[in-house]
């Protein structure tokens, strides 16, 4: 079982809709958790921190359910612009690397 | 700000050459690694480093070597290169202080083997 796993999609869907990706991880020590965005074979970017209460940032929706040890984000109104890659990145607790899930693919349709 | 520098952008190499990728960070982060990103997968980690000094092996190491004499370079060398090398590297770096902050990425170097 890989330590970070994500459907990998692709999730097509048209402008407007809401999509959920969710992301489950195998260490339940775990520390901290990201969503990043990958365009195109682009270098990987950071789109939000996922925090244990939640948070908002815009159309975009990030959870943590440490109980069930998944992640999820969920994109509201889905823009043409929102097609990308989505990675969930789970970090160890001590000084460790950062384990990146493979990626989801989305692509929103006119 | 920089950030994450990586050089070349681009390199063809031929079966057998040897050659340097450089990675260079001006954010002072402890923790420096290499990526590589082949059509349609994810990232696999070949090495990383927690400090200057000291390295160490991720995924898929054979073939690559790293070095980190201080703490804003880390290079990857491939030692020959073999057409199964034919891919998207990428430099990575972070602080691993109590925050344990987010990765940020240099812009990848674009490498075929032939």
């Known amino acids: 079982r890989k330590e970070v796993e994500q459907d990998p999609g692709p999730f097509n869907v048209p402008e407007g809709a809401t999509v959920a990706f969710n992301c489950t991880y195998s260490n339940s020590a775990s520390q901290s958790f990201f969503w990043y965005r990958q365009d195109c074979r682009k270098e990987p970017k950071l789109l939000m921190s996922?925090?244990?209460s939640g948070n908002e940032d815009g159309r975009f929706t990030a959870q943590l359910n440490r109980a069930s040890q998944y992640i999820s984000l969920l994109i509201r109104d889905s823009k043409l612009s929102d097609s990308a890659t989505y990675l969930c990145?789970?970090?160890?607790?001590?000084?460790?690397?950062?384990?990146f899930g493979d990626g989801t693919t989305l692509t929103v349709k006119p | 700000n920089a950030g994450v520098t990586q050089t070349p952008k681009f390199q063809v190499l031929k079966t057998g050459q040897s050659m340097t990728l450089q990675c260079a960070q001006d954010m002072n982060h402890e923790y420096m690694s290499w990526y590589r990103q082949d059509p349609g997968m994810g990232l696999r980690l070949i090495h990383y480093s927690v400090g200057a000094g000291i390295t160490d092996q991720g995924e898929v190491p054979n073939g690559y070597n790293v070095s980190r004499s201080t703490t804003e370079d880390f290079p990857l060398r491939l030692l020959s290169a073999a057409p199964s090398q034919t891919s998207v590297y990428f430099c990575?770096?972070?602080?691993?202080?109590?925050?344990?902050?987010?990765?940020?990425f240099g812009q990848g170097t674009r490498l075929t083997v032939v």
């Open positions: 990575a770096s972070k602080s691993t202080g109590a925050a344990n902050t987010e990765a940020f």
């Open positions: 996922v925090y244990s």
């Open positions: 990145v789970v970090n160890p607790p001590n000084a460790g690397k950062s384990t």
